[in-house]
């Protein structure tokens, strides 16, 4: 319940925040929306002893139980790790927005969104329920869109937000697609039913393509290679969405979803090598390029990209831990996810507090250009300390909490080299390799935050504002993380038991004992190959940071147009060009085309069967005889039909229609059927005499040039429709397996009073359709009048028909 | 002529009742119809004017006339069809009628047009004067004149 | 006696007919429409809850039993769809009540809607072939009036070219019914499953089979929808968003007719078939939208990919498919209608039809504004709303039928939707705005009511799914089983 | 010179007697001879249309002061509501009675709900193809 | 042969004979010149043929059934009367949209009622004309 | 007789799907009406010709031709005079104000 | 025999028809295509006559009269739109 009500909370405080706002003008929102995320911590936090002990709260509310989503809420070990997370770092987030945001800015839009957004991700954590998890997934999506776009009178905002949700609903949608896969193939939309009954899904003919769809999501959620595209565009929101969304939270979803399904898919190759292997070039790709930036969000953006990218490789790398079931050597690579677990909080703290420091240097000299920045340390000096730690950490230095989770990053590469499952054993190496040249330029990206922004010349001329420090108020978030950076080095083993254990008991669900997967932190662990690898990357880094003038314009040997992002763009555009063209091609407003269509579809489909299934049957013996005076008949209207085609004058054409109508009340007559003969003949005067009528309005026959080609298509289309029909019609004639329901109506006297079979069955059998008949018609002749009577005005330039 | 004719319908329609039958049919009500037609006749000079059936007398032999005369250029109009050479020149001619009202004048056009070998193409707006298209000019401008007044004179028999 | 089922269909002709007199009472004409929708949905309401008790029921026209009268059947499908598509055409009407403009109501505009109305009921009533063919007609014609009322230039062309296609569409039908009628002698449907299950549907009944897929893929917009895009653009907006709502959904209702409960022995030609069809279906669609420049394209591709998605549930026909296919038609009605009201009233608003040209409107129109995200959210499928319950169900369906082609046009759909909608949205609600406070022009009351009540009807099948679960289930299981409905046709005990 | 339609004018006048008298021969007889609502109906509004050629519509409009749209929907309205009305006799939408009613003066007749059924068909009928013809000729 | 059928077969002699007519009239229609002459084969022979050939009907009705049949006879009776009127109306209309009569015809007295003025227009512009060649 | 019905519904097909298929809407027009034709024949002739007498209890005798068809066809010819009706007029007053007919010059994508 | 000559009979007229069409496709002008299809009308009544004696049926004599009525109104209204362009005409000002 109280599970369900921490969801909820956000929510009704969305609702409630139009009231608030015309309510309480002269107060800034954030303050009333500040106690959300501070109850719900703190809430959360008194469970944390419980779960520490193992134990799990679940509770279920039936919402579409017809189809197995029910809402089931779920808190254990990993759950509440991001629900510390989403609730801690959004107290921080909205403290720091009240100052960063003014009152003149839509604040009531801002922090529904923002709320919208908190209670969205506490769902996701807490959603055992596939289905639901989902829904919030694509709320998270929705707000994360609705965030980015806040400024949208901005096309940036615009087109980073557009951005975003195409890209992170599209992976929601493929996760959607494997989350039925597991539904098909397990029967649950429970995951934790889904892990009791492992077997089932593993055998599935699902399990692998469930795998990569549910990847899809969570790789496009976290931003991974090559999908990450979206997350720098998205740095056009405010800078406390990019630190609470684009870095501490929802980019973590899709890693929640790899921790969460991991004991359904860790242990499959395909698995460990999606995960770690996109992890790993992630990691290399994001600081690679982020070494390139000038923006220092934008640098930002890209060391998120690189650090979820360690993250994610972590978490594959544990999962090869499943692969063996459980032995004591197994518990040597459930360190990796460890590591995972615990880098997941270190760069929440770090980063958050780096974009903050970022948010504040924009808000003080309005720009976050290092171009432009330089010199800043003497006039921010808090700032300035934030900065510092915060990039040191990010970096692996020591004595910061970034420096215990880069060493358990690096034992974890060097483990999994000495595996010889998945052909770790040939290609092994590659992971320390990356890992470590990874390391050099996240090194490199740490020291330009801190060396352009702070150290150097100021250049005053070149920022918008006179630089000075900033309020107060909005340097506590920053320093809270920083202390946290600091505190958690110092005391990681707290973090460890409390926090990080519960967790990897749900990530190990089958291992017995989650105590024996914890282990002890220390900050030194002695003179190993993880340690001269940080030194090297510290050496080799100050190295290239120095030469950085030198080497950067490397860069630019790759070609703009082929980065993702270019390609991205070039891909929609391209297709939007080919799609536009296309579309245009064949609708192209010609009726006549249409037609060629729709016949040609016809032919095909129709013949096509035909002669596949061999349905041609014609069996004349069974024909009544012709008379001579029927057979003239027939000729006389196929001459007519086809001098139609000739005829020049509209009239002609008419009249021949004409004839044609009276040859069939002829043959009404023949046939026997006098109710129809009289019908038709009156019928066909009347639409004559209406052809005449509007000759009146319309022009005459114009000789239409058509060429040659055109006019054989037309005649073969023509000749293949009626040849169609005539096929059809020869075979259906020769299928008797049925008697016709008419008898029945034989006994019309005695059933409904009439004689005439025919109108016994227009007047009573199948009054029905003969009343409907009279509305058609009905509507005909009004529609007719209204036609006439209801003319546009001239020049009555209408949009509506525009 | 109608006031009679409403009166043999009466009698025929009272003999029909009196008769009673349950069987009565279209044969009765005729029987009763010349019941009254025979009544009408002895009585008819009290209405102080003809025989009403003295005038559908006339009518028919109007019709006769009539038929004798679309027989008879029919065959000519088949002749002059079926003829190799086609030698005839077709014409319009007038006629002034002697008739007078809508419905001798209308009479007198649908009898002029059945016959072969005329079509009465325009009616002057006073009704007297005819524009008739002649099939051979030279030849069934007399034969169409002669039919004119034979036509004439019966319908005004029959209005009188 | 179960007189009830005529209802829906005979009232709204009753009233139409009755409009005629009040042609120049405007008001009244207003009040008389909207009471009679009412009680149209309360009485469709009634029924659903009535066959939840009784079971499918039927009303033998005239007490003709089947096959030889004419009847209508409700089950449940039939009568949700009556349901939503009442309700939508009470919510156009709403909207028309404040935009349509005197000159159209005193052209019988009302009588036209209600005609549509019962066309579209009646279809999916009817338990009998012809007279579905009669019932069609009725729509059809309502909709060419409707089409090309008080049309100037391009409303007239786009309008002969929707009446020609239809035209000839239904002169097919009418083959079809000739080759049906030449083969099985009977025209009730239940009756025509019976024999077709008889015969074992030997080639020349799919042959017929065939014949029908492609009249109704005609008329629902599957793969034909040539006549579509034009004809959706040009009318007044209440009409285009009654046909986005309405149109298609009668030959979809009919396909699935058709191929669950006539022919449905062949599937690996004809399931086959509409399957192939759906999936290009939803790829033209997809160019269509995600090239469209301006609203009403967007929109109107919008419709065709929904008519392919749907499709892919006919083709997959997987009883979780049937399902999914229910929900998803009543929401794609509810979201088409409200998509189409929407940007009419843009159209309305700005004078503008071309995406870029409109800017900023959220910040004069705010809850319009929010009105159109939450719609955009629906018709991608964006959870809790209306649109994400078929999607799954349809999605589920797929899976358990191993069509992963289908699965993934259906699912990419939902992106290109999205991009297409998000561009609306993006360039002309969000930006800078363009319009003045004072120029702005009002937005009509009416238009606001009607927006409001689909949303929360939107909404509401979103969130409230597992209410309509039960009828929907109901509705998918007498789907995939046809025997049930069959039987409750030609039982004459009944 | 004027165009002087006298002899059309005449013999309209009186064909158009037997026109009419054939619609409503057909009307009645559809039940057990060829006939019926429709056809009797389409014939009576070619009695009328053959007025409308024959004179100009003003001249007929004084005749038959109608509003054919409205004979139209009267006759949508008898074909419905003979259909609905037996609804309210619980017995199934467009069950016809018919039975054998004794009348004062006539006698006894066979009397059925059909006819009002298809009297209302061949209203619509009427007033439709008059609406349709006079419009169109009157559009400009 | 008893009498009925004697006279039964009088009578489809006699639609014999309607239909010999009625395709003398139609080759008529083929081969003469003008629409005038054409309306007199078609409404004439025309309605001949179809008066033979109801007759013919009626009285095998008659003979046969034992039918009198009204319908025929109204059906005669109207034909009859409408078929001259046809006749006269097309004709009127031919001459009117000024379709020419066949070369070669004769005497053409309507021309100068209807059209005199026109004929008289166009002769003075005719007689300009020449007057400015001269 | 049926198999030759049969063909000339054919052929009456092709025709009307030939004139369908022109520019000019008036052919288009009478094309459909052609094809409305051709299926109230192949209506007619699916049901059986001169299987029976004429469907008139008492003026004919036993077996009767199936009648049912017949309803059918009157009522599909009473909708294809309705819709030719609309159509007819539909067309005048597109022509009146586009100023054309032609299918071809009317041109009209739905992204102008 | 009756029937033979019955049936000759009638494959005069459809050949009477045939002719007729000739006139109608031909024209050259609006009239002879009026009185052209006027003779088809005429010979459609003598044929369903015939053919009323050949199936032995009374049903289709109203057939007959309709057609006289239709062929009448046909013509009139081809007769006025030839020499007046309209057809149904409102009361002329004069
Ligand atoms: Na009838
Ligand atoms: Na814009």
Known sequence: MVIAFSIMLPFLAAALIPLIYRKFKNIHLGWFVLLVPVALFSLLATYIPRIANGEVFIRTFEWIPTFGINITTYLDGLSMIFSLLITGVGSLVILYSIFYLSTKESLHHFYCYLLLFMGAMLGVVFSDNLMVLYVFWELTSV????????????????????????????????????????????????????????????????????????????????????????????????????????????????????????????????????????????????????????????????????????????????????????STQSVIYTQATFAALFHLINHSTFKGALFMMVGIVDHEVGTRDIRRLGGLMSLMPFTFTIAVIGSASMAGLPPFNGFLSKEMFFTATLKITQLDIFSLDSIGLLFPIIAWVASVFTFIYCVIIVMRTFFGKIQPDRLEKPPHEAPFGMLISPFILVAFVIGIFIFPNVLGHYILSPAMASIYPMFPSAEEMTPHIAAWHGFNTELIMTFGVIVVGVFLYRTLKKWRPLYLLIPQSFTLNAIYERVINSSEGVSGRVTNRYMNGNLTYYFVYIYVFFVTLLAGYMIYADVFSWDPSKDSVIEPYELVLVFVMIAAAIAIIFAKQRITVVLLNGVLGYSVAFFFVVFRAPDLALTQLVVESVTTALFLLSFKYLPKLKNEYISKSWRFAKVTISIAVGATVTLIGLAVMNYDRFEPISKFFEDSYDLAGGKNIVNTILGDFRAFDTMLEVVVLFIAGLGVYTLIKLKAKKGDADVESK | MLGQFIINLFIAALWFLLKDDPTADFTTFMSGFLVGTLILYAMHRFFGTQFYLRRVLKIIKLILIFIRELLSSSVSVLKQVLDPQMNFTPGIFTYETKLEGDYQVTTLALLLTLTPGSVVMEVSEDNSTFYIHAMDIEESKETVLRSIGKFERAILEVTQ | MNNIIVLPMIVPIITAALLVFLNNNIK????????????????????????????????????????????????????????????????????????????????????????????????????????????????????????????????????????????????????????????????????????????????????????????????????????????YSVPPTAVQALFAALLTKVGMYALFRTFTLMFPLQPEITHTAIGVMAGLTIIAGCMGAFSGRDVRTIATYNVIISVGFIMVALAIGTESAMAGAVYYLIHDMLGKALLFLLIGTMVLLTGEIVVKNMNGLIRIYPLFGWLFFIMMCALVGIPPLSGFIG????????????????????????????????????????????????????????????????????????????????????????????????????NTNK | MKVNDVILKSVVRGVVFIVFTLGMYLFFAGHNAPGGGFIGGLVLGSGIVLLYLTYDIETVHKGMPFDFKKVAAIGVLLATGSAIASIFFDVPFLTQTAGYYNLPLVGEKHLSTVTIFEAGVAMTVVGTLVTIILNISEDD | MNVNQLIELMAALLILLGAIVSVISAFGMIRLPDVYTRSHAATKSATLSVLLCLFGGFIYFWIHDGYVSIRLILGIIFVFITAPVSGHLVCRAAYRSRVPLAEGSGDDALNEILFGEENLQVKEEVEATLKEIK | MESLMIVLVGILVAVATYLILSRSVIRVIVGTAILSHAVHLLLLTVGGLKKGSVPLLGQAAAPYTDALPQALILTAIVISFAVTAFLLVLAYRMYLMNGTDDLGELGGSSDE | MIDLILKAALVLFMVAIGLSLFRVIKGPSLPDRAIALDTIGVNLISAIAIVSIVLKTKAFLEAILILGILAFIGTIAFSKYIERGVIVERKSAD
């Open chain 1, 143 to 326: 707000s994360s869109f609705l965030l980015i776009a806040f400024w949208h009178h901005r096309k940036a905002s615009r087109a980073g937000a557009r951005k975003a949700m195409t890209i992170t609903v599209s992976g929601g949608v493929a996760m959607l697609a494997g989350f039925l896969m597991l539904y098909v193939a397990s029967g649950t939309f429970s995951i934790r039913e889904i892990i009791a009954d492992l077997d089932v899904v593993q055998s599935s003919v699902y399990f692998v393509p469930a795998m990569c769809l549910v990847l899809l999501g969570a790789f496009t959620k976290s931003a991974q290679f090559p999908f990450h595209i979206w997350l720098p565009d998205a740095m056009e929101a405010p800078t406390p969405v990019s630190a609470y969304l684009h870095s501490a939270t929802m980019v973590k979803a899709g890693i929640y979803l790899v921790a969460r399904t991991t004991p359904i898919f860790g242990g499959h190759e395909v698995w460990f090598w999606a995960v770690s292997g996109v992890g790993l070039l992630t990691l290399f790709w994001g600081s690679f390029n982020a070494v390139r930036q000038y923006d220092l969000k934008a640098l930002l953006a890209y060391s998120t990209i690189s650090q979820l990218g360690l993250i994610m490789s972590l978490f594959g790398l544990g999962s090869a831990a499943l692969h063996f079931g459980y």
């Open chain 3, 391 to 490: 999607k799954v169900l349809i999605g589920q369906g797929a899976v358990e039928a191993e069509a992963y082609v289908l699965l993934a046009l259906a699912f990419g759909s939902s992106i290109i939707v999205l991009y297409s909608l998000l561009r609306i949205f993006l360039a002309s609600f969000f930006g800078e705005t363009s319009i003045n406070e004072e120029d702005k022009i009002r937005m009509p009351r009416g238009a606001m009511v009607s927006f409001i009540l689909l949303t929360i009807c939107i909404v509401g099948l979103g969130v409230g799914a597992e209410g309509l679960a039960v009828y929907v289930n109901d509705a998918a299981y007498t789907l995939s089983n046809p025997a049930v409905y069959i039987d409750a046709v030609l």
């Open chain 3, 28 to 231: 009244l004409q207003r009040v008389v429409s909207l009471v009679t929708m009412i009680f149209v949905v309360g009485t469709s309401v009634v029924l659903l809850q009535l066959i939840q008790t009784e079971g499918i029921m039927r009303i033998d026209f005239s007490g003709w039993a089947p096959p030889f009268g004419i009847l209508f059947v409700a089950d449940s499908f039939s009568v949700l769809l009556v349901l939503t598509a009442s309700l939508v055409t009470m919510f156009c009407l709403i909207y028309a009540f404040s935009t349509i403009g005197e000159r159209h109501e005193k052209m019988y505009f009302y009588p036209f809607v209600l005609f549509l109305l019962a066309g579209v009921n009646g279809s999916f009533l009817t338990g009998d072939i012809f007279n579905l063919f009669v019932c069609f007609e009725v729509m059809l014609l309502a909709s060419y009036v409707l089409v090309a009322l008080g049309g100037g230039k391009i409303q007239l062309r786009e309008s002969i070219k929707y009446v020609l296609i239809n035209v000839v569409a239904s002169w097919i039908f009418l083959v079809a019914l000739a080759f049906l009628y030449g083969t099985l002698k009977t025209l009730n449907m239940a009756h025509i499953a019976q024999r077709v299950a008889e015969a074992g549907q030997d080639p020349l009944l799919t042959v017929v089979a065939l014949v029908f897929l492609i009249v109704f893929a005609l008329k629902g917009g599957l793969l034909l929808f040539f006549w579509l895009p034009g004809s």
